[in-house]
C-alpha cells in the first residue's frame, strides 16, 4: 500500500528535492514533517478530510497527508469554492475530484487509493517517466491530467516535481534551465504558445500533450523546432489514462489517439467509448440518466473509433464547453449571467473555436432587444466569469 512505498522513497530520497517551487524547494523529508503537522478538516460528508487547494506545495501536502492517515482528500481549483459532495460517501475514499468534464455538471468523483495508484502507476510505465529526472508542472496540478502526471508521481514513484503558477515561457525557461532530461506534459494551447516563444526545450526528455486534440500541424512544428516527438495522451478524469501515441514518429491522422494502455480494455458502445480498468472511480456524488461509472467501467461521451486496440477521435458528443483545453459548465455560466443581468432567458453553448488549440468559443443567447446588448451590458453580464468562461459571440433572441 501507500505508506510503504513512501517509506521507501524516504529511505532512498528523503533528502534529496522533490518540490521546486518559486519561493524555494522541499526534501521529501520536509514533505512528509508538513504532512504529518497538518491538521484535517471535517465535513458532514466525508467526515475528517484534507482540503487540497492552492499552489503546488499545499495540494502536494493535502495529498500526502490524506494518503498517510487514510483520509479523505479532496482536490479543489484554486479559484473555485469547494462543492461539498451531495451523497453519502462510499467506503475507502481516498481521493475526491471536483470537475466538470464532457458532462457540463461539476459534480464530485470518488476514488480509491488503489484506483489512484493504478492510473499513476501505468502512466509510469507507459510514459517510460523512470527515465526523467523531474516532471514540470506549468499545468494545473489540481487537474486529473496534472495532478497524475506530476505530484502523485512525486509521491507514489519518486519522481520530483518543478511547480510553475503559470505556464508563461519566463518561469518555464528558468525551470528548463535548472534540470536534465525533463518530462514536460501539457495541453496543445500551451504547446502552441510555448512554440511561438521559442523556448529553448533541449533538456526534454519526454513530451506528452492532452486535454484536447493534437494537430498534426502543431505537432509537425514542434518536431521541427524543438527535434522533440510530441505524444498524446488520451484518458478522462473518471477513468484515468486510457490510450497513448507511443510511436517516435508523428502520426498520420490528427484523429490518431494511439493505442489503449494496459490494462485497459475499451468497447464502442451506441457511437460511445465504455471503458473498462483497474483505474476507473467509484462514481459521482449525482448521476445523470443513463450514466455508467461504477464498477471498473465507465463510458464516456466520446465518440470514439476502435480497431483492435487502436483509437480514432469522431467528436464529443457531450454538454460540456472545451476552452483551450479546460472543461467548462455551460448551465454554471448561464447561472452567473442570469444574476448578473437579471435575464431569465440565457442559453449558453461552445461551438468550434477558428484556432484549433482554443477547440471551442463560448456562446451566449439571451433574451433582450438587440439594442440593449451594448459593451455595457456585455461588462456587467460577465462581472463574476472566469476570464476563460466569458462568451466570444452574442445572441439575441426576442
Request: proline share 6%.
Amino acid at each position: 500500500m501507500f505508506a510503504d512505498r513512501w517509506t521507501q522513497i524516504l529511505n532512498s530520497h528523503g533528502a534529496e528535492t522533490a518540490l521546486w517551487h518559486p519561493e524555494g524547494a522541499l526534501t521529501f523529508h520536509d514533505l512528509d514533517a508538513a504532512a504529518r503537522a497538518l491538521p484535517s478538516q471535517i465535513c458532514g460528508r466525508l467526515g475528517r478530510f484534507y482540503l487540497a487547494q492552492g499552489d503546488g506545495p499545499e495540494v502536494t501536502i493535502a495529498l500526502l497527508a490524506g494518503f498517510l492517515t487514510g483520509l479523505p482528500v479532496q482536490v479543489v481549483e484554486k479559484d473555485r469554492s469547494r462543492r461539498v459532495p451531495t451523497c453519502c460517501v462510499p467506503r475507502g475514499v481516498a481521493l475526491v475530484k471536483q470537475t466538470v468534464g464532457a458532462s457540463g455538471v461539476r459534480r464530485c468523483q470518488f476514488f480509491t487509493i488503489d484506483q489512484v495508484m493504478a492510473d499513476v502507476d501505468r502512466l509510469h510505465q507507459a510514459l517510460r517517466l523512470a527515465e526523467c529526472q523531474v516532471a514540470l508542472a506549468p499545468l494545473s496540478v489540481a487537474h486529473s491530467f496534472g495532478l497524475t502526471t506530476t505530484v502523485l508521481q512525486t509521491l507514489l514513484h519518486g519522481l520530483p516535481t518543478h511547480w510553475l503558477p503559470t505556464p508563461f515561457p519566463s518561469g518555464l525557461t528558468a525551470a528548463l534551465a535548472q534540470h536534465e532530461r525533463v518530462f514536460l506534459p501539457g495541453v496543445p494551447a500551451m504547446w502552441k504558445a510555448w512554440l511561438i516563444a521559442g523556448l529553448d526545450l533541449s533538456h526534454v526528455t519526454r513530451a506528452v500533450s492532452a486535454g484536447s486534440l493534437l494537430t498534426l500541424e502543431l505537432e509537425k512544428k514542434v518536431r521541427d523546432t524543438f527535434h522533440l516527438k510530441l505524444h498524446t495522451l488520451y484518458g478522462t478524469s473518471e477513468t484515468g489514462a486510457i490510450s497513448y501515441d507511443a510511436t517516435a514518429e508523428p502520426r498520420s491522422s490528427a484523429t490518431d489517439l494511439g493505442t489503449l494502455l494496459s490494462g485497459v480494455c475499451a468497447r464502442v458502445e451506441n457511437d460511445r467509448l465504455r471503458v473498462q480498468s483497474d483505474a476507473v472511480g467509484l462514481g459521482y456524488d449525482t448521476v445523470l440518466p443513463g450514466e455508467v461509472f461504477h464498477h471498473g467501467q465507465h463510458l464516456t461521451w466520446d465518440s470514439i473509433t476502435l480497431h483492435a486496440a487502436q483509437l480514432q477521435y469522431q467528436s464529443c458528443l457531450g454538454p460540456g464547453i472545451n476552452v483551450a483545453s479546460r472543461k467548462l459548465s455551460p448551465q454554471a455560466i448561464a447561472e452567473k449571467i442570469r444574476a448578473a443581468t437579471g435575464i431569465k432567458q440565457v442559453s449558453i453553448h461552445g461551438q468550434p473555436s477558428r484556432d484549433p488549440e482554443r477547440v471551442q468559443d463560448v456562446v451566449a443567447t439571451l433574451t433582450l432587444p438587440p439594442e440593449n446588448l451594448t459593451p455595457e451590458f456585455k461588462s456587467r453580464a460577465c462581472a463574476a466569469l472566469a476570464p476563460w468562461e466569458v462568451p466570444r459571440h452574442w445572441r439575441v433572441s426576442q
